[in-house]
């Protein structure tokens, strides 16, 4: 039935083409029933009819079947015109047939934003999704309109109502406030929703309108949509996808600003990536990008030379902040078709000071205080306290940005755990050794130490150290070969830049601790994580780097006083003073950290009532402040979000996580209780989902003493919105699957929608057609019968 | 049986055709005086003409006033009125039960037969009538008495048609028959051969016949006018067809006027009377219109 199938997609009333088509039979059965039911004469002058019967066969024959012809094809041809023969079946109305329903699934992503003319890309998206319904209410109750966000597919705006005067009318403002999101969804995702609402209908003709505008981005998961389509498939839903984009535009994009503020404090000047990303197809030239800071902007830019397509290239921008605390910083290009993306933000707390603990093995050593003279040096905030190995079992660590051990012969478990606990929490840990390091502690519990967090196989220490310290054997006379040769790793990548081989070659080491024997030297062998990021002379390790955890661990097999070399005197104390900063700045933990979320996200507040009141105040960019409730865990639900966020728009005061995860999912979420939460009962949760806007949001909560703290929350859009590039209408054929039997239409084409009109010019064509063969069986069929004169023969 | 003939004696037509006078075109041979202008040279009071004697004549209609004054033999002729001889022949094949109408072809020629035949009794005239179909079927001979009718009209429902016509067997027969020259009413749908009509009707002619033809047909063989799939069966085994007439008609129509057109070319020829009448044409309007335009068309004609 496949060819049936076929055929009645080229009319517009295909209940009537099976009739249509048994009837043009009927000129057939009714000649066939003439010639069985007939009557019977006898007749004298058979002689004349049989001369004439004779003579005339032929002629006879032939005029009988172009009569029998005539007639079918008059039949075929008042079908064609009750059907309504469309001869191009993609200008075909899709409302057509008994009853349809119409699920439309809105795309109203980031890139739906960009500007089209006088409107966005949504609003054509919108305009489409009206004339959808004004079409379809001209035949009032036939067609069913389920409109579905793929922001929120799991909640469609309409769901299965039929297309009438009054749904076009409750829509029409409806559709006029519903604002397109800067966000970034999965088109799979509304797809799948589609086959799980089209699942529920099994009486209707099915249509599924995506009305959307089809970025490359959105079609690269071809395994994903060619399942999703072929399930639509299954379920008989005929898949129409619409484009409202009509031409690819240039875009500008920041894609990139972070900070490194491992190292930063009031005063200290901030490094900042800012990356520029050129969507288009062209060259951009002099791109400049203004900075503000907390709201002002400030006489400093960052400039972009030349750009290619495709390409993201970034700048550093340093900026100092006088004053300790909460700031955001935004940086924005010029307006362009996407203009959200223009812009991103930043915020970070800055701390006053940067306090750095140095443990020292052997109190009263000059290296813990040559170190800690070290690391005052310059413009930095670092505040050292030098403190015995004892500290580590009384003090919280968690404040300290680096923790040095220096010739730490053995540590208490307790302590040991909680260094373990510090570093995989992220922070940083640098060891030096010397004359009192046991090694078989260093080897037992440091190294071979299986940490309990299950992270590493090393543990805090990297390497197995020989039972004795080792002397580098120094020639008389200096040749070019230094003692130390620093490799291009990240700490010491600018070191070694800027100090050139001159800086090294005056660093002499004396004494170091070799790895034991069997410990092999080379990374690649080894493959355990550590890095060697410098050797001394005779190939040993100098320095070691490996993870642990969050946190990183540096290990110089050197000490740090006179004994075993000269690093931390003149003339190699520079270089040791900047080897140190510049490892502070990549290890030390991130204690302001960096709150840059992406658009959407929710932001999840846990407050304990002992120390908070519930009401928290949020501050969403260019929008008064709003009070929401905390509730009790297990007790936040998506309806009562909704109504605390003051939000005009019911649909997008949801969960925005809600948008990628189904709907049962979501209803089980709500029955259970947080987990990080459900230990204590005096914990209360303040969501606050409407976060859609980019830009910094802020949350005060109050206290108990009726203080107010704040705290930032920069939002940016998501990157992959920011991708203009068209896929093409083979390239979307390309993902959906040879399979696929998807209608695509092109941006600006809406003779789907008018399909009612498809037929208009074959129509004529058929009745004229319909007429002349009217007129020649009348002619003929007159030709061929007797009629006699009139008057005669009384 | 005795009463079924009497269907052929339809008295309102006949009390029509009653005022109407039988007149023969041709002087027919016949032993009565009578209205008739005889063929034969008789005893009479009205002369007609003189003629050389030759040898054979008969010396008693030698005029002798003519020898006395001319020294020559010359006999007087005279004109004489006669019985009209008239034998109808009737054809009572198969294909004459044709009848679409209120009478077949059969009936309506033996309703043409028995009203000549009152006619022409009438008037103390006498009639034969052969009935014939492949062969002859009966044959009355010719009376001219007042109860005759009866004969001839038994003669004619006596016969219950069948058979194919052959025409000229029986001419030839009638040729034979009729020694003396008379009238022959042939009452036929000439559903024959032609060449054997045509030979039978010259024989007829040559023996000095005076030959009259009542082609009797039936409205749907002249007009054709049948609709709807129709199978015709053939009578006189002519085969079967189905087919729709009105396709045919034409060719029908043409077929049967060349029909006629032979018919009556040939019987122009042979100056034979040729009339088609209708089954539906009324019987005493067809009669009338013929003998009318029978006495007006020629003037006697003398051998």
């Known amino acids: ?794 | 049986m005795t009463q079924d003939y009497r269907r052929f004696l339809r008295p309102e037509e006949l009390s029509r055709i009653d005022r109407l006078e039988v007149r023969a075109r041709h002087i027919v041979e016949g032993f009565l005086s009578g209205m008739h202008r005889s063929p034969y040279f008789g005893q009479s009071v009205e002369f007609v003409q003189h003629r050389e004697y030759a040898p054979g004549d008969d010396v008693r209609k030698i005029d002798w006033k003519v020898w006395s004054k001319t020294d020559k033999y010359y006999i007087k002729q005279y004109e004489e009125d006669t019985n009209l001889r008239t034998t109808l022949v009737v054809d009572v094949s198969e294909s004459m039960q044709f009848g679409e109408g209120a009478m077949t072809k059969y009936e309506y020629g033996c309703t043409i037969a028995a009203s000549l035949t009152h006619l022409l009794l009438r008037q103390q005239d006498a009639v034969g009538m052969i009935a014939f179909d492949e062969n002859v079927r009966s044959t009355v001979p010719t009376r001219s008495k007042k109860n005759h009718i009866h004969s001839i009209l038994q003669g004619l429902s006596a016969e219950s048609p069948r058979e194919k016509t052959d025409i000229f067997r029986v001419l030839k027969h009638v040729a034979e028959q009729q020694s003396r020259r008379g009238m022959i009413v042939l009452i036929s749908d000439c559903f024959v051969p032609r060449d054997g009509l045509f030979k039978g009707l010259k024989l007829l002619r040559h023996r000095g016949h005076d030959v009259l033809i009542m082609h009797v047909m039936d409205d749907q063989e002249l007009d054709f006018d049948y609709t709807g799939t129709t199978r015709f069966i053939g009578m006189e085994e002519m085969g079967d067809l189905v087919c729709n007439p009105k396709s045919l008609r034409d060719g029908y129509i043409k077929a049967v006027t060349q029909f006629q057109d032979d018919l009556r070319l040939h019987c122009a020829r042979n100056m034979v009377d040729f009339q088609t009448i209708r089954t539906s044409e009324h019987l005493d309007a067809a009669l009338s219109h013929y003998l009318n335009h029978r006495i007006g068309m020629r003037q006697s004609v003398r051998n």
């Open chain 1, 1 to 794: 039935m496949g060819w049936l199938t076929s055929l009645t997609s080229f009319f517009v009333n295909p209940a009537l083409v099976l009739p249509g088509l048994a009837l043009v039979s009927s000129p057939i059965i009714i000649h066939l029933i003439n010639r069985m039911r007939y009557r019977r004469v006898r007749f004298a002058a058979m002689e004349f009819l049989l001369a004439s019967s004779k003579r005339n066969r032929r002629r006879v024959l032939i005029e009988q079947m172009i009569l029998l012809l005539l007639r079918i094809l008059l039949v075929l041809l008042i079908m064609f015109l009750l059907a309504r023969l469309v001869l191009n079946p993609d200008t075909m109305s899709l409302f057509r047939g008994a009853k349809t329903h119409h699920m439309v699934v809105l795309d109203d992503s980031g890139s739906m934003r960009e500007i089209i003319g006088e409107g966005s890309a949504f609003r054509e998206a919108v305009s489409v999704v009206q004339k959808l319904i004004d079409e379809g209410k001209q035949r009032p109750d036939s067609q069913k309109l389920t409109l579905v966000l793929l922001s929120n597919p799991a909640e469609p705006l309409v769901n299965q109502e039929n297309i009438n005067d009054e749904l076009a009318t409750r829509l029409e403002t409806r559709l006029e406030n519903i604002n397109c999101t800067h966000q970034h969804f999965n088109l799979t995702n509304g797809l799948a929703v589609a086959g799980k609402l089209f699942a529920n209908d099994t009486e209707s003709i099915k249509h599924l309108h995506v009305i959307s505008d089809f970025r490359q981005n959105d079609w690269s998961d071809k395994d994903a949509i060619e399942k999703r389509m072929a399930e639509l498939k299954a379920g008989e839903v005929a898949v129409n996808l619409v484009k409202v984009v009509p031409k690819q535009n240039n875009n500008v994009a920041i894609t990139l600003l972070e900070g490194n503020l491992r190292v930063a404090a009031a005063g200290v000047p901030i490094t900042f990536t800012v990356g520029v990303t050129n969507f288009g197809d062209t060259v951009i030239e002099a791109k400049s990008v203004s900075v503000s800071v907390d709201g002002i902007q400030i006489n400093k830019s960052v400039e972009f030379a030349e750009i290619e397509p495709g390409e993201e290239q970034a700048q550093t921008l340093e900026v100092a902040f006088n004053s300790s605390g909460r700031h955001a910083i935004k940086v924005s290009l010029d307006v362009d078709a996407l203009s959200h993306d223009n812009e991103r933000f930043l915020v970070f707390d800055l701390p006053d000071t940067l306090p750095v603990l140095i443990v020292d093995g052997n109190p009263g050593s000059d290296g813990a205080r040559n170190l800690a003279d070290a690391l005052e040096a310059g413009q930095f905030a670092y505040v050292p306290q030098v403190v015995d190995a004892s500290f580590l079992r009384k003090s919280p660590l968690d404040p300290f940005r680096t923790i040095y051990m220096l010739n730490v012969p053995t540590m208490q478990p307790d302590a040991l755990d909680r260094l373990q606990e510090y570093v995989a929490g992220g922070g940083g840990l640098v060891w030096f050794v010397g004359n009192l390091v046991e090694d078989d502690f260093y080897f037992t519990d440091l190294h071979k130490n299986e940490n309990r967090y299950g992270l590493d196989k090393i543990g805090l220490f990297p390497v197995p150290l020989a039972e004795t310290p080792d002397d580098l054997d120094h020639p008389e006379f200096r040749d070019l070969a230094a003692d130390v040769a620093f490799e291009s790793t990240s700490i010491f990548a600018n070191f070694k830049d800027f100090f050139r081989s001159s800086f090294f070659d005056v660093i002499r080491i004396d004494k170091f601790y070799p790895p034991a024997e069997n410990w092999s030297s080379d990374d690649e062998i080894r493959k355990d994580g550590v890095r060697t990021l410098a050797q001394l002379r005779n190939g040993k390790p100098f320095c070691l780097e490996h993870q642990y955890g969050k946190g990183t661990v540096v290990t110089f097999l050197t000490g740090i006083d006179d004994e075993w070399n000269n690093w931390t005197r003149d003339p190699a104390g520079l270089s040791f003073i900047v080897a140190i900063h510049d490892m502070q700045k990549l290890i030390s933990s991130e204690v302001g950290e960096l709150k840059q979320y992406t658009v959407g996200t929710p932001i999840h507040r846990e407050l304990s009532l002992s120390s908070y009141s519930k009401t928290v105040e949020i501050v969403a960019p260019g929008m008064p402040p709003v009070a929401i409730e905390a509730s009790p865990p297990g007790l936040a639900t998506t309806d009562d979000e909704a109504s605390l966020n003051g939000s005009a728009d019911p649909a997008a005061g949801d969960d925005a996580k809600t948008a990628d995860t189904k709907t049962d999912e979501k209803t089980a979420d709500q029955d259970v209780p947080k987990p990080e939460s459900s230990g204590r009962s005096d914990i209360y949760i303040a969501d606050f989902a409407d976060t859609d806007t980019p830009g910094v949001y802020s949350v005060k909560l109050t206290t108990v003493d009726r203080e107010t703290e704040e705290t930032l929350y920069a939002f940016n859009v998501p990157t992959e919105e920011s991708a203009l590039k068209l896929a093409t209408t083979d390239e979307i054929r390309g993902t959906l699957g040879d399979e696929s039997a998807a209608q695509i239409q092109e941006p600006g084409n809406f003779t789907w929608l008018q399909g009612k009109e498809a037929d208009q010019e074959i129509r004529r064509f058929i009745l004229a057609l319909l007429m002349l063969f009217l007129l020649a069986e009348q002619l003929l069929s007159y030709k061929l019968s007797y009629h006699p004169k009139p008057g005669s023969d009384a």
